[in-house]
């Protein structure tokens, strides 16, 4: 079985903040994804990686950043955490491709700008 | 500009009826479409799939449907259970590639 594993389950941090989030999958996927879950606007594609080293824009990369410096590894990064990035975000992976294909997705951070 | 509708945020059902989910789509050049089921505090779940190939797909107690010339699939419940409970997201895929654009989410409460 296909296992993203999000570092955190729950984050707590302060406006201005530098915040990282972390996401793995154990399954040699190429593509790894990162969302956003908000109540009534369904999840959101941030950004997504079909490779090490890149990078593509979703449909709401403002105020996001991603690194994808090994292939198992896609972290998020909120360069300067604000009140309205407060939400649930969801990593997802699939294989090279992909296409026709299930992504496959962590447990979720929830995570709270003070 | 939401690509993949679904219009109802919730339905309540009883243990043992038809649950049916819908979801509408705009975009011609979606092709693939999926139904993932969430839990609280978990992350969505893959349930079923249909390519634009076919208008009708089953997996036990799930059978999704696909009208391309409405641009409108379903998924159908039968008999539905308390466990069954759950957010469910309809999500789209073009050809071109494998991002996905999902649904609102429906709220699904099946009562004992």
């Known amino acids: 079985d296909v296992k993203v594993t999000q570092s955190s389950r729950y984050l707590v941090k302060r406006t201005g903040e530098k915040v990282f989030l972390e996401c793995v999958q154990d399954?040699?996927?190429?593509?790894m994804f990162w969302y956003r879950q908000d109540p009534g606007l369904g999840l959101r594609l941030i950004y997504f990686?079909?490779?090490?080293?890149?990078?593509e824009k979703g449909d709401i990369p403002e105020g996001y950043s991603v690194s994808r410096e090994k292939k198992e590894r896609f972290s998020l990064i909120l360069e300067s955490a604000s009140t309205n990035q407060t939400s649930m975000y969801l990593c997802?992976?699939?294989?090279?491709?992909?296409?026709?294909?299930?992504?496959?997705f962590g447990d979720g951070t929830r995570l709270s700008i003070l | 500009d939401q690509q993949v509708k679904q219009n109802s945020p919730s339905l309540s059902v009883q243990e043992g009826r038809i649950s049916i989910l819908n979801c509408d789509y705009t975009?011609?050049?979606?092709?693939?479409f999926l139904w993932y089921k969430k839990y609280p505090a978990e992350g969505p779940t893959f349930l079923i799939s249909?390519?634009?190939?076919?208008d009708k797909n089953e997996d036990g107690r799930f059978t999704v449907f696909l009208n391309k010339s409405a641009k409108h699939l379903s998924l159908h419940i039968v008999p539905s259970q308390p466990g069954d409970s759950a957010v469910y997201f309809c999500?789209?895929?073009?050809?071109?590639?494998?991002?996905?654009?999902f649904g609102e989410g429906t709220q699904l409460t099946v009562n004992p």
């Open positions: 997802a992976s699939t294989p090279l491709g992909g296409y026709n294909q299930p992504q496959h």
């Open positions: 399954m040699d996927h190429e593509n």
């Open positions: 990686s079909y490779d090490v080293k890149m990078k």
């Open positions: 975009n011609s050049m979606f092709d693939y």
């Open positions: 249909i390519s634009s190939i076919k």
């Open positions: 999500a789209a895929e073009e050809t071109s590639g494998s991002r996905l654009t």
